[in-house]
């Protein structure tokens, strides 16, 4: 129980210490908190907008209790290094306890009273035998404990799937004495998330003083946006950098882009970068939690001192983070739920006399619009299958069929439903049948649609509204109250056993309404605004602000519930008719696409050049941030490890030879600036390989024929021909009609033919047994059999061929043959040499003696090599 005293404490007198202490009035709400937490006989919720003084209420109850402590439990890190700063400032000593700072000299300077703030996380608090777990023994420590807050309380029913120890924070209950209240406050703590917090956390609603403000901000004023472009070319972003900006003057806006990817994050970051000049790149940045805890509090008072331009960021930055002149946030994708995109909206203008703009850039398929185009495309679909299927079934057939159709007709004669799908008529019977948003639920006096089809009512789904004009403003009244039993329906726990599917892409029924609060069928929406106020009930909330400040006419303008002159794009469109226009071609020339590389084993090139570029990095990080970035950021400031690495894989390929070249494989946004430097280190360490000259075309030599009747006059020349395989002619080849050996070119068998053949029993059948004269070939010849290559011995004198007859050697000419005096008969020949050992009575056998070198017949091998009219059948 608190002391007496604190019991019968004033407001007034709260007052009047808090503001002689931090230089701050507090509001009325502030000072029933703190009353409230320093009678500790019930726990506490406060629940109230971004920026409007939350976090004073943690250390208020210190000014009261002289040796008094408050725990703070904050799921940043970075929240307790801002906490520590601003108590310093007023004499308080505070410290922030994380896995680095949980050393057991901090722990024996807690138990002694040193530090009256103490800021840690969920895993430090929850560790098992850990330094808290020592203090919760304490006695004389836990007697000075005024209060465990919970910050960004939220975080305990939303974060539990990923940080566990979120889930058994109630365990802690258990743990400290039962007259130390717990303190739970959030921007955003709709019904159903406050259920599940109190529930984790063992507090009964019977003994929580909860206490509900609006949380609407009415300086941030809010559009939503359809992207134009692809997800991954992040050209819906091209506004926030001016055309043919130089980087001397400030950007039009102070920005923040929230996503809810790391390398989405990075990967908008270096588009920016790469539209703004090279010295002042650098000033914008990436926020995630993989940075070190430095550099993301040094980061955050560079951009809070205008140093950089924008931050491109994950949830990391996204709560609590006291920065008060942000111009513009930016919710990348609908990838969240309304609780933390009203976080991330309410970092815009902290400062009360600032404004900012919240956009929410969203994908088409959300849109009803887009759902409408898709549910037309696939009515069209679904009809022209039918279609088809009704032709099929009434196609005649040579079969019976093995199953009697099914009639839309009863065997009773009435008339049924239809059985067969057909594509709506009207555009209400469109959007009633195929537009589905979640939830799925039925949902009381739901509006009938104007096309009912065989006298059955059709319901709307149930988040979207009736087309109807006729309504009044009392209709549009209880519409709002359906819409907001809707969103409570949504977030009821399911009793059933069997829990409902949803889709990876489906949306909650708050956030479909936000985004479509423009359509034609949400007409009782008309306001961004009105799906969060309907889900965090902040239209309910009763202002106080003439009893805070009953001095002034018109009360405290700090909690007076403002009416913005300017709402949002739907309220106010003149406000928005010149922000975030980007016009760039959708369909312009394609940017040439990255190389797709095949899967490689990495070699020592590809290693030593991994190390090189890794030192580069490091050097050139040192060089342009110095070693303190390096040592807190790493060097990937200036190539991050997904770039390094794809260089090192086009270099195993050598797809890298020129800075073009280097941006367009590894779209890395320094390629201008070091890119001829890492052209020169992937020459030496990775060179081209060095290719070899061409092949010189192949000649073939062609001596002249002898004159002719056809050919009188020619002179050699060196020149490509293609030569025929088949018939060894050159000028064509087999597989044209030109080649006497064509199957085309080959006449069916006839008696008359000169060559006669028997039966032989011979191992060829194909050798004739009586050849009496040569003859010159068939225009046509018949097709033979393949060449047979054999070797047989010549006496030591060279043999001499024959001499032709005048047909012969008609015959022979024709073919393109050179016909040259005598050459002695190679040792091995091939049997298609067109040689004929039976030419004439009166030539000389393979026995004879050889004639001698003086003859006048030609050699056998210039004979034979151009002839395949002829043949050498034997062995």
């Known amino acids: 129980m608190s002391p007496p005293q604190l019991d019968n404490l004033l407001l007034s007198e709260i007052r009047d210490k808090v503001q002689a202490v931090f230089g701050y009035r507090p509001c009325l709400w502030q000072l029933k908190v703190v009353r409230a937490i320093l009678k500790r006989d019930k726990d506490v919720a406060s629940i109230a907008a971004t920026g409007s003084g939350k976090t004073l209420t943690f250390w208020m109850p210190l000014l009261f209790i002289p040796d008094g402590i408050q725990i703070v439990v904050t799921p940043l890190n970075i929240l307790g290094k801002q906490n520590v700063d601003s108590l310093a400032k007023v004499g308080i000593s505070a410290v922030t306890i994380t896995a680095e700072t949980a050393t057991a000299e901090n722990f024996q300077a807690i138990a002694d009273g040193k530090h009256r703030a103490i800021v840690t996380n969920i895993e430090t608090l929850m560790k098992p035998g850990g330094g808290f777990e020592k203090l919760w023994n304490n006695k004389n420590f836990m007697a000075k404990v005024i209060s465990v807050v919970w910050d960004e309380a939220q975080c305990i029913s939303k974060w539990g799937d990923f940080r566990p120890e979120y889930k058994i924070a109630g365990t802690l209950r258990h743990l400290i004495p039962k007259d130390i209240p717990f303190y739970i406050t959030s921007a955003t703590l709709p019904p159903d998330v406050l259920h599940d917090v109190m529930s984790t956390l063992g507090m009964r609603e019977s003994n929580t003083e909860i206490f509900t403000r609006s949380n609407d901000r009415s300086n941030v004023h809010i559009t939503v946006r359809k992207m134009k472009y692809p997800m991954n070319s992040f050209k819906d972003l091209r506004f926030l950098i001016p055309k043919d900006w130089d980087g001397t003057t400030p950007l039009p806006y102070k920005f923040v882009i929230f996503f809810d990817s790391i390398s989405e994050s990075i990967a908008a970051a270096q588009y920016l970068r790469g539209l703004v000049p090279v010295e002042v790149r650098d000033k914008i940045k ?71 703009i919240a ?6 398929m959300y849109f009803d619009q887009t759902k409408e185009e898709k549910a037309a495309r ?11 299927k009704r032709k099929a079934a009434n196609a005649p057939t ?3 069929p093995a199953k009697r159709p099914r009639s839309d007709q009863s065997e009773s004669g009435n008339v049924g439903p239809a059985l067969r799908p057909s ?25 009938l649609t104007a096309n009912s089809a065989a006298g059955e009512p059709t319901t709307l789904p149930p988040n979207i509204e009736s087309d109807s004009d006729s309504e009044s403003d009392g209709d549009e009244a209880v519409a709002l109250e359906e819409r907001r039993e809707v969103y ?20 909650s029924p708050e956030m479909d309404d936000m985004i479509n609060a423009g359509s034609d069928r949400r007409r009782h929406i008309k306001c961004y605004r009105v799906p969060a106020r309907l889900y965090f009930g902040s239209d309910k909330t009763v202002s106080d602000h003439r009893e805070c400040r009953p001095d002034l006419p018109d009360g405290c303008p700090r909690c007076a519930a403002q009416t913005p002159p300017i709402c949002c794009e739907l309220c106010t469109p003149a406000h928005f008719a010149n922000f975030a226009h980007v016009d760039l071609p959708l369909k312009g020339q394609v940017a040439p696409s990255r190389s797709r590389l095949a899967e490689y084993k990495a070699d020592a090139l590809d290693m030593k050049l991994r190390d090189v570029l890794h030192q580069f990095r490091r050097d050139k990080t040192t060089t342009k941030f110095g070693r303190i970035v390096l040592k807190n950021s790493g060097p990937g400031m200036v190539m991050s490890n997904e770039v390094l690495q794809r260089i090192v894989d086009c270099a195993h390929f050598h797809k890298i030879r020129s800075t073009e070249q280097l941006a367009r494989e590894t779209r890395w946004a320094s ?36 004159p002719s009747a056809t050919n009188a006059e020619t002179t050699g020349r060196s020149v490509r021909v293609r030569k025929c395989n088949k018939c060894r002619t050159p000028g064509h080849i087999a597989s044209n009609r030109k080649c006497p050996f064509h199957p085309l070119n080959q006449p069916p068998d006839s008696p008359g033919e000169s060559v006669q053949s028997t039966p032989s029993t011979s191992r060829n059948q194909n050798i004739p047994e009586n050849i009496t004269e040569i003859i010159a070939p068939p225009s046509v010849p018949r097709p033979q059999p393949r060449p047979l290559y054999g070797q047989f011995r010549l006496p030591q004198a060279p043999f001499l061929a024959p001499p032709l007859s005048a047909s012969s050697a008609n015959a022979f000419s024709s073919t393109g043959a050179v016909f040259n005096p005598i050459t002695p008969l190679p040792q091995r020949i091939p049997l298609d040499v067109g040689f004929d050992p039976a030419l004439s009575p009166e030539t000389p056998s393979m026995g004879a003696s050889a004639a001698s070198s003086s003859s006048p017949f030609p050699s056998l091998p210039d004979l034979c090599s151009p002839l395949p009219a002829f043949q050498f059948y034997g062995e």
């Open 359 to 364: 956009l929410f850039l969203v994908e088409p």
């Open 423 to 447: 594509a709506p008529t009207t555009l209400a019977d469109l959007r009633a049948r195929f537009i589905a948003s979640p939830p799925r639920r039925p949902l009381a006096n739901q509006p």
């Open 398 to 400: 040579s079969q019976t």
């Open 378 to 388: 696939k009515a069209k679909k679904d009809q022209a299958a039918a279609s088809r």
């Open 286 to 356: 990436w926020f995630n939690s993989e940075m070190s805890p430095e550099f993301r509090a040094e980061e955050s008072d560079r951009f809070n001192a205008g140093f950089n331009f924008g931050l491109s960021c994950t949830e990391s930055f996204g709560m609590g983070i006291d920065l008060p002149n942000i111009t513009l946030v930016i919710q990348w994708r609908a990838s969240c739920d309304m609780c933390t995109l009203w976080q991330r909206f309410g970092r815009g203008a902290r400062d009360p006399s600032c404004e900012a």
């Open 671 to 706: 390629a201008g600036e070091f890119g001829a430097e890492v052209l020169a280190l992937i020459l030496e360490h990775r060179p081209p390989p060095v290719e070899a000259p061409p092949a010189p075309p192949v000649l073939v030599t062609v001596t002249p024929l002898g």
């Open 488 to 507: 409570r329906k949504d977030k009821a726990p399911v009793t059933s056993r069997k829990k409902p599917k949803k889709d990876g892409n489906e949306l």
